[in-house]
Nanobody, 123 residues
Framework: QAQLVESGGGLVQAGGSLRLSCAAS????????MGWFRQAPGKEREFVAS???????YYADSARGRFTISRDNAKSTLYLQMNSLKPEDTAVYYC?????????????????WGRGTQVTVFS
């Protein structure tokens, strides 16, 4: 059973940066594909970015050019560096783990989820 714990969220002014972390345990992290999703109040959970076991990345249009997903297999940790933040980035951010290779962007494709970390961007 996997456990995923997100951290690094907070309150930031528009234009600022945050770095989210997701500590994974319980399963082989290095063989998993990982993703970041977000959910704003009243909206569906949406894809942000994903990274496969080989380091290949995929981004939502809203994140491309501003966000960077990365992983440290030695630390079993997933990261999301978010720059040039906008108020519309405000949401709860979740990390997710897929116990397989490949690139995935649909929530139902992922096997395990963290509880999320709140990101609030004010103008």
């Amino acid at each position: 059973q996997a456990q995923l714990v997100e951290s690094g969220g907070g309150l930031v002014q528009a234009g600022g940066s945050l770095r989210l972390s997701c500590a994974a345990s319980g399963l082989t992290f290095s063989n998993s594909s990982m993703g970041w999703f977000r959910q704003a109040p009243g909206k569906e959970r949406e894809f942000v970015a994903s990274i496969n076991w080989g380091g290949g990345t995929y981004y939502a249009d809203s994140a491309r050019g501003r966000f960077t997903i990365s992983r440290d297999n030695a630390k079993s940790t997933l990261y999301l560096q978010m720059n040039s933040l906008k108020p519309e980035d405000t949401a709860v951010y979740y990390c997710a783990q897929k116990t397989a290779g490949g690139v995935y962007w649909r929530p139902y494709e992922y096997d395990y989820w963290g509880r999320g970390t709140q990101v609030t961007v004010f103008s």
